[in-house]
């Protein structure tokens, strides 16, 4: 498990880079991503960037979870 987890946070650093070219092109986008790690990194990154987002993953309820799809 802890290689499984090391796997997904090696690769953050790309997947953030990519995520921040996407925000210079002013489109909507949506990003799947299973570790936790890499989504807390992906979030992170967002906020430093002052961009708007909306984070679904395992604790979010599901009341808030259907407000956050509409």
Excluded: C, N, W
């Amino acid at each position: 498990l802890e290689l499984y987890r090391d796997s997904g946070t090696a690769k953050l650093p790309v997947v953030v880079s990519y995520v921040h070219d996407l925000l210079q092109g002013d489109v909507k986008f949506i990003v799947f991503a299973h570790h936790q790690d890499v989504m807390d990194g992906i979030a992170h990154s967002l906020r430093q960037a002052g961009a708007d987002f909306v984070r679904i993953d395992g604790g979010t309820g599901a009341q808030q979870r259907q407000q956050l799809v509409h």
